[in-house]
């Protein structure tokens, strides 16, 4: 499946910004699953300074500098990306308990290397009670990809999705206790579960299809970024989306992954000007299929 992805963010600053340095993580991976055909990205005002570069985990980030006074900051990203993740299967994989073994063993520290993505980061630490509440869906011997995916499951009954319930500094444990939040919230307590058990479990920033294939239900983050979780599950990573209940497929989209939300923030830097801001967020991710009239996204007449 070809996507055509937009998403445009727009800043607008009651006074006038004389210095911005952003970091952007906006255009898709390469990997196995996925090809980035085509990809770029717009800013206005025009940044005095641009480099590219790839990260520790293997995330494309672009850094700017813009030194021209503006009120309005326009950052645009149009990317082609062609999808084609297999389906998972539920009998698939090892026992936890010996998926947790060989994490501990493996020498890979590389960008996929399981090693980075064990232990707690900032946003999401070791914290007892989701420890407990993952635990209930990992008892000895049960294979891997089942007991995760009911632990995805039982995320989604329990939990209510609230846009308005946190915000981006919202802990874990605050959400767990809230019984509610967003893709951001659910992910980070889904991650937290699973380094507790033990396991290698990453978060994953991205996209879904905006209007879903006829006959199936409107997943939720569409028109916005979005997040799930990549669980290391002995020789591969496979996703879970505990925001929709579903294992990752054709309709996710990957931008970056790490080990917590800080590492795969689509945008963040400094600006230096007084008074507030306001932020709009628009993302359309279209299959080329669907699209009514096809134009040329990368040039042409």
Request: aromatic residues 8%; hydrophobic residues 40%; glycine residues 6%.
């Amino acid at each position: 499946m070809i996507y055509r992805v937009k998403h445009r963010t727009a800043y607008a600053y009651e006074s006038e910004v004389t210095f911005a340095r952003c970091v952007l993580r906006l255009t898709p991976r390469s990997l196995a699953t996925q090809a980035v055909l085509e990809s770029r990205i717009t800013i206005k005002p025009e940044p005095t300074l641009t480099f590219t570069r790839i990260g520790p985990l293997d995330e494309q980030t672009t850094t700017v500098m813009i030194e021209t006074p503006h009120k309005a900051l326009i950052i645009e990203a149009v990317s082609r990306v062609d999808v084609n993740t297999p389906p998972t299967r539920l009998d698939f994989g090892e026992p936890w308990e010996a998926v947790r073994a060989r994490s501990l063993q493996t020498i890979d520290l590389g960008p996929e290397g399981p090693a980075n993505f064990l232990y707690p980061s900032v946003r999401t630490p070791l914290t007892p009670v989701i420890t407990e509440y993952a635990r209930a869906s990992f008892w000895p011997g049960r294979g891997v990809v089942a007991a995760t995916t009911e632990l995805m499951s039982r995320i989604w009954v329990d939990f209510k999705y609230d846009a308005k319930a946190t915000d981006v500094s919202t802990t874990a444990l605050e959400a767990f206790e809230a019984r509610r939040g967003v893709c951001q919230d659910f992910t980070h307590i889904m991650i937290c579960g699973l380094r507790g058990l033990g396991l290698p479990a990453r978060y994953v920033s991205g996209y879904l299809r905006t209007m879903p294939p006829p006959g199936r239900p409107r997943l939720e983050g569409a028109d916005a970024t979005h997040a799930w979780v990549s669980v290391w599950c002995g020789d591969e990573w496979i996703g879970f989306d505990p925001t929709n209940d579903v294992l990752v497929q054709d309709n996710h989209i990957v931008l970056a992954a790490g080990r917590d939300y800080s590492d795969v923030a689509p945008i963040d830097g400094i600006i230096l000007g007084p008074g507030k801001q306001t932020l709009k967020v628009e993302v359309d991710v279209m299959p080329e299929s669907d699209l009514m009239v096809v134009r040329p996204a990368f040039g042409g007449r």
